[in-house]
């Protein structure tokens, strides 16, 4: 049922002391992939966002065997890589889980394979619920990669004899919407149109959207989400119209205070690296907008909708 994209051995896959992961970056366009030879390799393609959303907390897993295989210290690897999205602390989180495991015992691949799959198994769930959501005749926005939950909600919503459609803002600057998202929807032939990011209040008041859903990379003990920069505007246009707002979750808490990631501003003036303005322009990039509680019809977490 999930697209390609989504495939364990897409996102990362280990082969004689070589990690190999898609490009997001290139993807559709292109099928390119990265391989990496130690653990700051991995880290480095984290940070240049070849993978992104859920895809550096299952390359980082996999990044452990490539450290323990070189004879690396694991304790060094887990936090080399859990400084690269400082903002989204599930896969620090995972990695620290993963290696107290190893440390009383447990053998690394199997604690590797074992997280997996109660990460796929919680997709499973959330997305129960999310589909539950989506009524027949249903327009969708969604923002940037929602990934698993996402698109699961929305084929199972099919599965069941809703029809749907699936607006997608294309996510600037690495445009995830317009090469992740919209992709993955036509390959599962879902109803969907790719619109610019400064569309959904336009079509949220010409009522072509029924429900905003979309991923956390956060979620804050008062409540609060952080998600894909963009986030933040979709949900006040929603709330100003009347349409609810939820958002998927993984964990019911984080940190009491959170770091909003601000990245390079080569990556708002250039696109693809091209050129979108003049040299000497300035940009600001903070990646994360922080969604207030008000804000939010609902966290979609595999437990239920809280």
Not at 100 to 123: F, H, N, P, Q, T
Not at 150 to 165: D, H, I, Q, Y
Not at 207 to 234: Q, R, V
Request: charged share 25%.
């Amino acid at each position: 049922m999930l697209p390609a994209l989504l495939r364990h051995d897409e996102i990362a896959r280990y082969d004689s002391g070589v990690l190999y992961t898609l490009d997001r970056r290139c993807y559709p366009l292109s099928k390119q992939y990265v391989a990496m030879h130690s653990v700051k390799e991995v880290a480095k393609a984290i940070k240049d966002m070849v993978t992104q959303g859920g895809g550096p907390l299952e390359l980082s897993l996999k990044a452990l065997l490539l450290a323990r295989d070189r004879g690396e210290s694991l304790e060094e690897a887990v936090s080399i890589l859990s400084s690269t999205r400082p903002t989204n602390r599930s896969m620090a989180n995972t990695l620290s889980l993963a290696l107290e495991r190893v440390k009383c015992g447990e053998d690394l691949e199997e604690v590797i394979s074992s997280i997996l799959k109660d990460y796929d198994d919680a997709y499973d769930r959330m997305s129960d619920y999310g589909s539950s959501l989506i009524k027949d005749g249903y327009g969708i926005l969604t923002t940037c990669f929602a990934e698993h939950s996402f698109l699961l909600s929305v084929k199972k919503a099919e599965a069941a004899g809703k029809k749907v459609r699936v607006y997608v803002p294309e996510t600037r600057p690495y445009l995830q919407g317009a090469k992740l998202t919209l992709p993955s929807l036509l390959e599962m032939n879902v109803e969907s149109y790719l619109i610019t990011d400064a569309m959904p209040a336009f079509f949220m008041r010409e009522k072509k959207i029924d429900i905003y859903m979309s991923a956390s990379d956060a979620y804050l003990p008062d409540g609060s989400i952080s998600n894909k920069i963009g986030t933040l505007e979709n949900a006040i246009a929603a709330k100003y119209y009347g349409i609810p707002y939820y958002a998927f979750s993984l964990r019911s808490s984080y940190n009491e205070d959170i770091r909003i990631e601000y990245r390079s501003q080569s990556e708002i003036i250039y696109i693809d690296g091209k050129p979108i303005t003049l040299p000497e322009a300035k940009a600001i990039y903070p990646a994360f907008d922080i969604i207030e509680p008000s804000l939010i019809s609902g966290i979609i977490t595999k437990d239920g909708i809280k």
